[in-house]
């Protein structure tokens, strides 16, 4: 699996995510965004790694989403694709809320929550 080269004495996997153009990989802990061309270091899936993974996919979950929405052309909203302009004031607010607030960084997987 892929790890993030920045910081080996914390490894975190790389999420790939479609959040942002050109980047599909994402380190939640250092925000370091990479293409799909040589990002980061390949390392032996570990059961910890893999939970580590799904930890900081679950807590980025939301975020990841909010800021994926601006770079689509349409998204899902109550099973239909919708355009971004089209969505509810209600949705884009909290989108927009969850962007401004952002993603901490440097937060360890074991200290989620
Ligand atoms: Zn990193």
Not at 32 to 48: F, L, P, R, S, Y
Not at 84 to 102: C, M
């Amino acid at each position: 699996m892929k790890i993030c080269s920045d910081h080996r004495d914390y490894e975190v996997p790389l999420i790939y995510t479609f959040s942002w153009a050109y980047n599909e990989y994402w380190c939640p802990y250092c925000g370091k965004h990479e293409g799909m061309m040589g990002a980061g270091e390949n390392v032996e899936e570990t059961e910890e790694l893999k939970k580590r993974l799904e930890l900081y996919k679950e807590a980025t979950k939301d975020y990841r989403h909010a800021m994926g929405v601006l770079i689509c052309s349409s998204t899902e909203w109550e099973g239909v694709q919708t355009k971004l302009d089209e969505l509810p004031e209600e949705e884009k607010n909290r989108l927009a809320e969850i962007r401004k607030k952002s993603w901490k960084l440097n937060q360890k997987a074991e200290d989620l929550k």
